[in-house]
Protein backbone atom coordinates (compact mmCIF):
# COMPACT_ATOMS: atom_id res chain seq x y z
CA UNK A 1 0.00 0.00 0.00
CA UNK A 2 1.26 3.37 -1.03
CA UNK A 3 1.07 6.36 1.37
CA UNK A 4 2.08 9.29 0.31
CA UNK A 5 4.52 11.44 2.63
CA UNK A 6 3.59 14.90 3.21
CA UNK A 7 7.33 16.33 3.58
CA UNK A 8 8.40 15.71 -0.05
CA UNK A 9 4.82 17.18 -0.92
CA UNK A 10 5.90 20.04 1.08
CA UNK A 11 9.17 19.90 -0.79
CA UNK A 12 8.17 19.79 -4.08
CA UNK A 13 5.76 22.90 -2.99
CA UNK A 14 8.67 25.18 -1.85
CA UNK A 15 11.04 23.77 -5.33
CA UNK A 16 7.39 24.81 -7.16
CA UNK A 17 7.84 28.48 -5.38
CA UNK A 18 11.59 28.60 -5.57
CA UNK A 19 10.92 28.16 -9.48
CA UNK A 20 8.07 30.43 -9.33
CA UNK A 21 10.40 33.07 -7.32
CA UNK A 22 13.47 32.24 -9.69
CA UNK A 23 11.77 33.29 -13.20
CA UNK A 24 9.97 36.46 -11.47
CA UNK A 25 12.73 38.11 -9.25
CA UNK A 26 16.15 38.99 -9.40
CA UNK A 27 16.47 39.02 -6.13
CA UNK A 28 18.75 36.09 -4.92
CA UNK A 29 18.74 35.19 -8.30
CA UNK A 30 21.75 33.43 -8.49
CA UNK A 31 21.43 31.20 -5.78
CA UNK A 32 17.62 29.74 -6.63
CA UNK A 33 19.14 28.65 -9.79
CA UNK A 34 22.14 27.10 -8.25
CA UNK A 35 19.73 24.41 -6.96
CA UNK A 36 16.45 24.23 -8.16
CA UNK A 37 15.97 22.19 -10.96
CA UNK A 38 18.65 19.16 -9.03
CA UNK A 39 16.03 19.73 -6.04
CA UNK A 40 13.35 18.27 -8.01
CA UNK A 41 15.96 15.84 -9.53
CA UNK A 42 16.46 14.64 -6.65
CA UNK A 43 12.95 14.60 -5.15
CA UNK A 44 11.97 12.81 -8.27
CA UNK A 45 14.79 10.63 -7.37
CA UNK A 46 13.21 10.04 -3.55
CA UNK A 47 9.95 8.43 -5.33
CA UNK A 48 11.77 6.34 -7.60
CA UNK A 49 9.96 2.73 -7.57
CA UNK A 50 12.10 -0.39 -9.05
CA UNK A 51 9.74 -2.99 -8.70
CA UNK A 52 8.90 -3.61 -12.16
CA UNK A 53 11.33 -4.95 -14.75
CA UNK A 54 13.23 -2.38 -16.22
CA UNK A 55 12.01 -3.06 -20.28
CA UNK A 56 8.23 -1.89 -18.33
CA UNK A 57 9.87 1.34 -16.54
CA UNK A 58 11.07 2.91 -19.83
CA UNK A 59 8.36 2.04 -21.85
CA UNK A 60 6.06 3.85 -19.13
CA UNK A 61 8.62 6.61 -19.37
CA UNK A 62 8.33 7.14 -23.22
CA UNK A 63 4.78 7.27 -22.51
CA UNK A 64 4.92 10.01 -19.55
CA UNK A 65 7.99 12.00 -21.11
CA UNK A 66 9.11 11.70 -24.41
CA UNK A 67 5.52 11.91 -25.76
CA UNK A 68 4.28 14.79 -24.43
CA UNK A 69 8.05 16.08 -25.21
CA UNK A 70 7.60 15.31 -28.49
CA UNK A 71 3.91 16.64 -28.64
CA UNK A 72 4.60 19.95 -27.34
CA UNK A 73 7.16 20.68 -29.37
CA UNK A 74 5.76 19.97 -32.71
CA UNK A 75 2.73 21.89 -31.05
CA UNK A 76 5.12 24.86 -30.54
CA UNK A 77 6.84 24.65 -33.79
CA UNK A 78 2.97 25.05 -35.62
CA UNK A 79 1.90 28.33 -33.32
CA UNK A 80 5.48 29.39 -33.89
CA UNK A 81 5.06 28.88 -37.78
CA UNK A 82 1.80 30.27 -37.31
CA UNK A 83 2.82 33.65 -35.87
CA UNK A 84 5.70 33.80 -38.80
CA UNK A 85 2.90 33.42 -41.19
CA UNK A 86 0.92 35.92 -39.90
CA UNK A 87 3.92 38.45 -39.91
CA UNK A 88 4.91 37.56 -43.58
CA UNK A 89 7.87 36.39 -42.26
CA UNK A 90 7.68 32.37 -42.86
CA UNK A 91 10.21 31.00 -45.28
CA UNK A 92 10.65 26.70 -46.37
CA UNK A 93 13.41 26.87 -44.24
CA UNK A 94 11.69 26.83 -41.00
CA UNK A 95 10.08 23.89 -42.01
CA UNK A 96 13.57 21.97 -41.82
CA UNK A 97 14.07 23.40 -38.09
CA UNK A 98 11.89 20.72 -36.74
CA UNK A 99 15.39 18.25 -37.36
CA UNK A 100 17.15 20.66 -34.53
CA UNK A 101 13.84 20.44 -32.31
CA UNK A 102 14.53 23.90 -30.64
CA UNK A 103 14.68 25.62 -33.74
CA UNK A 104 14.56 29.02 -35.31
CA UNK A 105 18.21 30.48 -35.33
CA UNK A 106 18.41 31.86 -31.12
CA UNK A 107 14.52 32.44 -31.14
CA UNK A 108 14.37 29.63 -28.73
CA UNK A 109 10.87 28.07 -28.21
CA UNK A 110 9.65 26.02 -25.48
CA UNK A 111 13.05 25.68 -24.04
CA UNK A 112 11.60 24.22 -20.36
CA UNK A 113 10.57 21.03 -22.38
CA UNK A 114 14.11 20.02 -21.86
CA UNK A 115 13.02 18.72 -18.12
CA UNK A 116 11.16 16.43 -19.92
CA UNK A 117 14.23 14.91 -21.69
CA UNK A 118 16.18 15.17 -19.08
CA UNK A 119 14.57 13.30 -16.70
CA UNK A 120 14.40 10.55 -19.22
CA UNK A 121 17.81 10.83 -19.83
CA UNK A 122 18.40 10.06 -16.05
CA UNK A 123 15.98 7.72 -15.88
CA UNK A 124 17.99 5.59 -18.29
CA UNK A 125 20.98 4.85 -16.07
CA UNK A 126 19.10 4.37 -12.98
CA UNK A 127 18.96 0.45 -12.37
CA UNK A 128 17.63 -1.87 -9.98
Not at 64 to 75: K, N
Not at 78 to 103: E, K
Not at 112 to 124: A, Q
Amino acid sequence: MFTRDENLDIAKGLGILLVVWGHCSQFLFGEIYAFHMPLFFFLSGCVLSVDKPYKEIIKKKVKQLLLPYVFFILLSCCFYWMLLLLSHRFTINHLWSLVDLFPYDNEIINTPLWFLVSLFGCRLFIRE
